[in-house]
């Protein structure tokens, strides 16, 4: 032990034989002149590299989180470490995320999380009774009580049953079935789901998919990865955004020469854009889909976003019921919706679902065995769902506060996207159309030549150099319109409005001035 210390004292360690009688010291010596021998092999190349991985998650972009989000990114560390900028914070005002902005959950959701989430707090009288009412019943449909179990692929039966019920409600008595419902991993999921059963064939056979431009970068997305055809239509700016079925049936046309056009995907209320449609553009549009055998999506996320008193939501579903069993029997359609938007803004909880109709039974069979392999979606998000279809009634005792809390949420939004549409239209060189629901504003930008040039030089697209300079000097995230599309030779940006009322006065007079 003496010697073994003294050793290690002198930064040696001591010999001790092997197990053919060498000392461990003389071993590692031949065993490093035998490797000094040996030639060196080169590095073992990857595998997986840019140019062997799938080409077309390489072509997926998403400009809501790409190149301008990654800089606001690095933009908030430099702060942290303390280097000087013309601002103090940088203002994320790229996504929809109502409450990473300061807007407050609502209470009677939270608390019915709260209780499915720690069932022990049902005793509790801190909580109302209708909120324990709805909570034990979903636990009551969980494996095990417990929102930590799996559901079935499709949902939580009790879930679904609801969500029919409030589609009904919503629709005027328009009868929904539980089991046309899907309860999905936000309305994101729904969408990618349902377009992967749809996406077939080859070359010319193609299955073209349409999508309005400006359009939510999640579309273009899912079209590039399942590598299908993007047919695009244009919305009318001119005319608030509006969809004209003239320019539905040019951009058919046009896509009959080199795909099949096989699904009409319609985002209202607008993202980007914030139009919301009138019904008889609902109407037109469902002619076409059953004249162009045209599978509908309906993306209606901001269903309950409408502020302009012009306006009012039409749910397609409704229109297409009312239209006469010829359209009602004979379209395909998928709705969507979710708990992300709307004045619930719980993106996190990722909770959403889709109505399918008119699907053909088999296809109703693979679409089941498509959701079954992703198992089931997050069971928190199901139960937010059902809440947001499910909330307090006249006589309920959260009813009240309920009520005011939602009213508050959707009458602040009413007041900031007609703030926006004022300010932006007061400065030369941006025009906003009226933002008539959703949550963002879509103005259009005259950049001068000089500008356009530059950000040639800096290989940029204009709004993309634009909107980079922004964040740059006002540390302003906002995503460039090219982002979403656009006609050629306009240039666009999106912006939230969900900012406090103070924060986005601040945030539109650091653009405007």
Same mark, same amino acid.
């Given at each position: 032990?003496?010697?073994?210390?003294?050793?290690?004292?002198?930064?040696?360690?001591?010999?001790?034989?092997?197990?053919?009688?060498?000392?461990?010291?003389?071993?590692?010596?031949?065993?490093?002149? =035998?490797?000094?021998?040996?030639?060196?092999?080169?590095?073992?190349?990857?595998?997986?590299?840019?140019?062997?991985?799938? %080409?077309? *998650?390489?072509? =997926?972009?998403?400009?809501?989180?790409? %190149?301008?989000?990654?800089?606001?990114?690095? $933009?908030? /560390?430099?702060?942290?470490?303390? !280097?000087? @900028?013309?601002?103090?914070?940088?203002?994320?005002?790229? $996504?929809?995320?109502?409450?990473?902005?300061?807007?407050?959950?609502?209470?009677?959701?939270?608390? *019915?999380?709260?209780?499915?989430?720690?069932?022990?707090?049902?005793?509790?009288? +801190?909580?109302?009774?209708?909120?324990?009412?709805?909570?034990?019943? $979903?636990?009551?449909?969980?494996?095990?009580?417990?929102?930590?179990?799996?559901?079935?692929?499709?949902?939580?039966?009790? !879930?679904?049953?609801?969500?029919?019920? &409030?589609?009904?409600?919503?629709?005027?008595?328009?009868?929904?079935?539980?089991?046309? !419902?899907?309860?999905?991993?936000?309305?994101?999921?729904?969408?990618?789901?349902?377009?992967?059963?749809?996406?077939?064939?080859?070359?010319? +056979?193609?299955?073209?998919?349409?999508?309005?431009?400006?359009?939510?970068?999640? &579309?273009?997305? *899912?079209?590039?990865?399942?590598?299908?055809?993007?047919?695009?239509?244009? /919305?009318?700016?001119?005319?608030?955004?509006?969809?004209?079925?003239?320019?539905?049936?040019?951009?058919?046309?046009?896509?009959?020469?080199?795909?099949?056009?096989?699904?009409?995907?319609?985002?209202? %209320?607008?993202?980007?854009?914030?139009?919301?449609?009138?019904?008889?553009?609902?109407?037109?549009? $469902?002619?076409?889909?059953?004249?162009?055998?045209?599978?509908?999506?309906?993306?209606? =996320?901001?269903?309950?976003?409408? &502020?302009?008193?012009?306006?009012?939501?039409?749910?397609?579903?409704?229109?297409?019921?009312?239209?006469? %069993?010829?359209?009602?029997?004979?379209?395909?359609?998928?709705?969507?919706?979710?708990?992300?938007?709307?004045?619930?803004?719980?993106?996190?909880?990722?909770?959403?679902?889709?109505?399918?109709?008119?699907?053909?039974?088999?296809? @109703?069979?693979?679409?089941?065995?498509?959701?079954?392999?992703?198992?089931?979606?997050? =069971?928190?998000?199901?139960?937010?769902?059902?809440?947001?279809?499910?909330?307090?009634?006249?006589?309920?005792?959260?009813?009240?506060?309920?009520?005011?809390?939602?009213?508050? *949420?959707?009458?602040?939004?009413?007041?900031?996207?007609?703030?926006?549409?004022?300010?932006?239209?007061?400065?030369?060189?941006?025009?906003?159309?009226?933002?008539?629901?959703?949550?963002?504003?879509?103005?259009?930008?005259?950049?001068?030549? @000089?500008?356009?040039?530059?950000?040639?030089?800096? @290989?940029?697209?204009?709004?993309?150099?634009?909107?980079?300079? /922004? /964040?740059?000097?006002?540390?302003?995230?906002?995503?460039?319109?090219?982002?979403?599309?656009?006609?050629?030779?306009? &240039?666009?940006?999106?912006?939230?409005?969900?900012?406090?009322?103070?924060?986005?006065?601040?945030?539109?007079?650091?653009?405007?001035?």
């Amino acid at each position: 032990m003496q010697r073994a210390a003294a050793l290690v004292r002198r930064g040696c360690s001591p010999r001790t034989s092997g197990p053919w009688g060498r000392s461990q010291s003389s071993a590692a010596a031949e065993a490093s002149a =035998v490797l000094k021998v040996r030639p060196e092999r080169s590095p073992r190349e990857r595998i997986l590299t840019l140019e062997s991985m799938n %080409p077309q *998650v390489k072509a =997926v972009e998403y400009a809501v989180r790409g %190149p301008i989000v990654l800089k606001a990114g690095e $933009i908030e /560390l430099e702060l942290q470490r303390g !280097i000087k @900028k013309p601002f103090t914070e940088v203002i994320r005002a790229n $996504i929809g995320d109502a409450q990473a902005m300061g807007q407050q959950p609502i209470t009677f959701l939270r608390q *019915v999380m709260a209780l499915c989430t720690y069932p022990n707090l049902l005793n509790s009288p +801190s909580f109302p009774e209708d909120a324990k009412k709805r909570a034990r019943r $979903i636990l009551q449909a969980c494996g095990g009580n417990s929102l930590g179990s799996y559901s079935a692929s499709q949902g939580v039966n009790c !879930i679904r049953e609801d969500v029919a019920a &409030y589609i009904t409600r919503r629709d005027g008595g328009v009868p929904a079935d539980p089991d046309n !419902i899907y309860l999905t991993t936000g309305a994101s999921d729904g969408i990618s789901t349902i377009l992967k059963i749809l996406v077939s064939g080859g070359g010319k +056979s193609r299955t073209g998919v349409m999508i309005p431009i400006p359009q939510y970068p999640l &579309y273009s997305a *899912v079209i590039s990865e399942l590598d299908a055809i993007q047919v695009n239509y244009y /919305l009318d700016e001119e005319n608030c955004w509006a969809l004209n079925v003239n320019e539905l049936r040019r951009a058919v046309r046009e896509a009959k020469d080199h795909c099949d056009p096989k699904v009409l995907c319609i985002i209202n %209320p607008g993202n980007p854009t914030g139009q919301v449609q009138s019904r008889k553009c609902i109407e037109d549009v $469902i002619h076409f889909a059953w004249e162009e055998k045209l599978f509908l999506l309906a993306d209606e =996320v901001y269903q309950d976003n409408v &502020y302009s008193p012009d306006c009012r939501f039409h749910s397609f579903k409704k229109v297409l019921y009312e239209m006469g %069993p010829e359209y009602s029997s004979n379209v395909e359609l998928a709705s969507f919706h979710s708990t992300s938007k709307g004045y619930m803004g719980e993106c996190g909880y990722r909770g959403g679902y889709m109505e399918v109709i008119n699907l053909h039974p088999e296809i @109703k069979g693979q679409l089941v065995k498509l959701l079954s392999v992703r198992l089931c979606p997050p =069971v928190s998000g199901q139960a937010a769902m059902d809440i947001v279809v499910n909330p307090p009634v006249p006589g309920e005792e959260s009813f009240e506060q309920f009520s005011r809390e939602k009213e508050s *949420v959707l009458g602040n939004l009413a007041k900031k996207a007609k703030l926006t549409e004022d300010l932006f239209n007061q400065v030369p060189g941006i025009h906003c159309n009226p933002l008539q629901g959703a949550m963002y504003a879509f103005p259009r930008i005259f950049i001068p030549a @000089k500008a356009v040039e530059a950000a040639q030089a800096h @290989k940029m697209a204009p709004d993309m150099f634009y909107c980079m300079k /922004l /964040l740059e000097e006002t540390g302003i995230c906002v995503v460039p319109g090219s982002g979403f599309g656009q006609r050629e030779g306009t &240039y666009h940006f999106r912006m939230t409005i969900l900012p406090p009322v103070e924060k986005l006065k601040t945030v539109l007079q650091k653009i405007l001035f």
